[in-house]
DNA sequence: AATAATACTATTCAAATGAATAGTATCACC
DNA sequence: GGTGATACTATTCATTTGAATAGTATTATT
């Protein structure tokens, strides 16, 4: 990424505040308008050298179609569903805008968005052996294949509950990580739901 | 949120694709020949349905401007610097789109989103007792008034560090979250950079 | 001193796009 | 049996918008 001139990064800048103030980005003439410009030909000069320092891209011929690269990647963020608990089978996709979401970057997470990523608020402290505290959101993912050692989603008397995924004698089981409750569950007849893949906690 | 008919959910849902797929919302006639209606209206008559049902918002006369409530409201999310040490001061926002950063969603973390919010990778289990591993990132606000129990980072040796905040006898102090490390630093004369407000761990 | 990049004015054209009007057919609901 | 919501066809108009052409002045850079 090259250099910008002062008035190329007034220029970025104005795409930037644009886009989060009114949701879209600017035409070339509202960029014209806003720095003063009587024509048109200055912007599409400045958002041309922004292109071709790799700062901007735009498609041809759609309106408001410019993009700033670098908020381009942090757009990996996905929406990731919230249940408290999750019942047997997974919800279908559909009518889900009430529901409590997650914004989830992927990319800087080192995931790749799916589907079947979601997420679920921990009650108890079952997990504490593990640093996972109540209130806790654990994001998991359904269908990654698991590994002893990993905290996975199980069900359990109807209800999602977190363990770790062992391996004793060669046979899976799920283990609780808190001494107090020192349970050893076989995991055949068990359903997994996710792995888990990362984890994030509000303070206060 | 009213319900939505299934030709109006597939007509939100082709928005919510090509917003996905091509950066920017479909135009009334893009809509229309992607679903093969030989008219625009059907396709304004659906967008004004979605409108009218609180879906989706739209800028009059403006390009492109078709955006998704329930996805609007996912757009809090802030790229947050992540250092991995703060030197003294603040770095100046510029020029810093090379720089490593993480995606969070402020509004479901209960944050408002401010200038002075980044985040610091944990090096060390300085703070294993407050269930903070190395390598988890601590999201944190600078200027934030420091309550006793916060975890805070400090400016230690030219080098940022994790601490918890507490008052002995009166007197506000820092002590290591980890009974390796008993230390109890007075916090006079220390530079609290911030305030943790949340925390993400990414496993494996 | 020559050259290229930057930062603009001024004007025109054509495509993209939102908005409007006038209808038709179907289905649920009271 | 009427009413309203839904789901469309067909056509037209006015704006918005990107793109192009022809220049000028200033500031680095070589």
């Given at each position: 990424m090259k250099t910008l001139t002062s008035r190329q990064q007034e220029v970025r800048d104005f795409i930037q505040a644009t886009q989060a103030e009114q949701g879209v980005s600017p035409t070339l003439r509202e960029i014209a308008r806003h720095f003063g410009f009587r024509s048109m030909k200055a912007a599409v000069d400045h958002v041309r050298a922004l292109r071709g320092k790799g700062v901007v891209v735009w498609q041809p011929?759609?309106?408001?179609s410019l993009r700033l690269v670098a908020l381009g990647r942090r757009r990996t963020t996905v929406e990731v569903p919230v249940y408290g608990a999750i019942p047997a089978g997974f919800p279908d996709g559909?009518?889900?805008?009430?529901q409590e979401c997650l914004a989830v970057d992927m990319a800087g997470l080192g995931l790749?968005?799916?589907?079947r990523t979601f997420a679920l608020q921990v009650r108890?402290?079952?997990?504490i052996g593990k640093h996972i505290l109540p209130g806790d959101y654990v994001i998991l993912e359904h269908g990654k294949t698991v590994r002893p050692g990993d905290v996975v989603a199980a069900l359990i008397d109807n209800e999602s509950t977190l363990k770790t995924f062992l391996l004793d004698k060669g046979k899976p089981c799920l283990r609780a990580e808190n001494p107090r409750y020192p349970q050893l569950i076989p995991?055949?007849?068990?359903?997994?739901q996710g792995v888990m893949v990362a984890l994030v906690r509000k303070c206060q």
């Open positions: 011929r759609r309106a408001r559909r009518q889900q805008e009430n790749r968005p799916t589907a108890g402290d079952s997990m995991a055949r007849e068990l359903v997994i």
